[in-house]
Nanobody
Framework: QVRLVESGGGLAQSGGSLRLSCAASKTFGNRYLLEWYRQAPEKQRESVANINYNSRTQYADFAKGRFTVSVDSAENAVYLQMTNLKPEDTAVYHC???????????WGQGIQVLVSS
């Protein structure tokens, strides 16, 4: 059973930065899609960014120019660098993995990000 564990969340001031990490307990494999989602209180979960095994990245409009997703496949880790944070970025952030090695999507437990104004 592969697990994902997020870290790096917490409290930041508006305009500040945080770097989220998501570490997998096993290898991503050679074909994978790694995604970051977030869910704010009383709102639906939304996609933030993703990166695949070809290093292709995609971003939600609100993330473009502020967030950067990256992967270290040797460390089995995916990152989300968040800059110029806004109060509306406050949410629980989850990482998700789809890999040819494992059945079904794998989700992390989530980590809280709180941005104060």
């Amino acid at each position: 059973q592969v697990r994902l564990v997020e870290s790096g969340g917490g409290l930041a001031q508006s305009g500040g930065s945080l770097r989220l990490s998501c570490a997998a307990s096993k290898t991503f494999g050679n074909r994978y899609l790694l995604e970051w989602y977030r869910q704010a209180p009383e709102k639906q979960r939304e996609s933030v960014a993703n990166i695949n095994y070809n290093s292709r990245t995609q971003y939600a409009d609100f993330a473009k120019g502020r967030f950067t997703v990256s992967v270290d496949s040797a460390e089995n880790a995916v990152y989300l660098q968040m800059t110029n944070l806004k109060p509306e970025d406050t949410a629980v952030y989850h990482c998700k993995m789809d890999s040819a090695l494992y059945p079904g999507p794998i989700w992390g437990q989530g980590i809280q990000v709180l941005v104060s104004s």
